[in-house]
């Protein structure tokens, strides 16, 4: 019998929508717990420029915001 082999690697492709209004696939993964993204390379100058640029991941979503301090009358100074 054969023996199952487990994928080391999975890539997940998602449409991001970018600032200009247009969408891009975009490439997510991980190697050794480190996150990356692949995008597509725009600015291919010939054949032997790649197709897509590797970058790490260090987005970090941020916390939520506090709500700011409500300001009373007795704050004020007059």
Same mark, same amino acid.
């Given at each position: 019998?054969? *023996? &199952?082999?487990?994928?080391? +690697?999975? @890539?997940? &492709?998602?449409?991001? !929508? ?8 975009? /490439?997510? +993964?991980?190697?050794?717990?480190? %996150?990356?993204?692949?995008? =597509?390379? !725009?600015? &291919?100058?010939? *054949? %032997?420029? #790649? $197709?897509?640029?590797?970058? @790490? $991941?260090?987005?970090? &979503? #941020?916390?939520?915001?506090? #709500?700011? =301090? ?5 704050? /004020?100074? +007059?």
């Amino acid at each position: 019998m054969s *023996e &199952k082999r487990k994928s080391e +690697f999975g @890539i997940w &492709k998602k449409q991001v !929508k970018l600032k200009d209004g247009t969408t891009s696939e975009v /490439l997510s +993964f991980t190697v050794n717990d480190v %996150r990356y993204n692949a995008w =597509p390379n !725009k600015y &291919k100058q010939n *054949e %032997r420029s #790649p $197709d897509y640029n590797v970058y @790490i $991941d260090n987005y970090v &979503k #941020p916390t939520e915001a506090k #709500p700011a =301090p409500a300001v009373t009358n007795t704050d /004020l100074p +007059f």
